[in-house]
C-alpha cells in the first residue's frame, strides 16, 4: 500500500538555521503530496500542497518540491524562527477504493531556540 | 478556522465502559475522518465517512465505531475502553477531493485507567 517516510527527529535548531526535514513516499498512481504542521496543543494545519510531479508548495518561507524521480517532497525553511516550533508531517493522498483518504508520516518534532 | 469541534477536550474513563466522542463542523463537508495520534506511530486512520450514513474501516478500526446522521455531526465510539485506546483523537473534514485539505479539530485526550 501507499505509505510515508520522514525523519522523525526531535531536532533542536538554533533560531535563524537552515531547515530540512527529508520526506519519502511509496504510492501507485500520481498522489498529491502535502506538509502539515502541529503547533503545541492544537490540531494539524495545511502547511504547504503540491499536485504534480515539478510543483513547488510553499508558505511561510517554508518550500517543498515534488520529486517523481527521487520519490521525495523534502521541507526546507532557510532561516527557522522561534515561532516555528511544532511537529511537522508528510502526507499524500490515497485515492484507494475511490475515497480520499490521507496518508501520514510519523511526524517530526522540531524545537528552535532563541 | 473550518469550524471543527470536538467534545469533549478531555476525557478519563475507565476500563470496560463505552465511550463515545463527538466531532461538529459547520462547513459542509462531504468527507469526515477520526485518527488516533500516538508517540512513534504518528496520525492514523481509524474510521471515516462519505457522506450521511455512510462510513468505512480505516487502519485501525478494531474496538470503533462510528456514526453520521447528519453531515455536520460524525460520533466515534468506544464500545468497551481498553487501556490501549488512550490516545489523542482528531476530527477532521474535508471537501473530498485529492486537492483539497483536510480541516482538523482541536482533539480530545482520552486516559483509559
Known amino acids: 500500500g501507499n505509505s510515508v517516510t520522514q525523519m522523525e527527529g526531535p531536532v533542536t535548531l538554533s533560531e535563524e538555521a537552515f531547515l530540512t526535514i527529508n520526506c519519502t513516499y511509496t504510492?501507485?498512481?500520481?498522489?498529491?503530496l502535502f506538509w502539515y504542521v502541529q503547533y503545541p496543543g492544537e490540531g494539524l494545519q495545511l502547511l504547504l500542497k503540491?499536485?504534480?510531479?515539478?510543483d513547488k508548495g510553499s508558505n511561510k518561507g517554508f518550500e517543498a518540491t515534488y520529486r517523481k524521480e527521487t520519490t521525495s517532497f523534502h521541507l526546507e525553511k532557510g532561516s527557522v524562527q522561534v515561532s516555528d516550533s511544532a511537529v511537522y508531517f508528510c502526507?499524500?493522498?490515497?485515492?484507494?477504493?475511490?475515497?480520499?483518504?490521507?496518508?501520514f508520516g510519523k511526524g517530526m518534532k522540531l524545537t528552535v531556540n532563541p | 478556522d473550518a469550524g471543527i469541534t470536538q467534545s469533549p477536550r478531555h476525557k478519563v474513563t475507565e476500563t470496560g465502559t463505552p465511550v463515545t466522542l463527538r466531532c461538529h463542523q459547520t462547513e459542509n463537508h462531504r468527507y469526515m475522518y477520526w485518527y488516533r495520534q500516538d508517540p512513534g506511530h504518528g496520525l492514523r486512520l481509524i474510521h471515516y465517512s462519505y457522506g450521511v450514513k455512510d462510513t468505512d474501516k480505516g487502519e485501525v478500526s478494531d474496538g470503533y465505531s462510528v456514526s453520521r446522521s447528519k453531515t455536520e455531526d460524525f460520533l466515534l465510539t468506544l464500545e468497551s475502553a481498553t487501556s490501549s485506546q488512550t490516545s489523542v483523537y482528531f476530527c477532521?473534514?474535508?471537501?473530498?477531493?485529492?486537492?483539497?485539505?483536510?480541516?482538523f479539530g482541536p482533539g480530545t485526550r482520552l486516559t483509559v485507567l
Open positions: 477532521a473534514a474535508s471537501s473530498g477531493t485529492i486537492y483539497n485539505e483536510q480541516f
Open positions: 502526507a499524500l493522498s490515497d485515492l484507494q477504493g475511490g475515497s480520499e483518504k490521507l496518508v
Open positions: 503540491a499536485t504534480k510531479a515539478d
Open positions: 504510492a501507485t498512481g500520481y498522489p498529491s
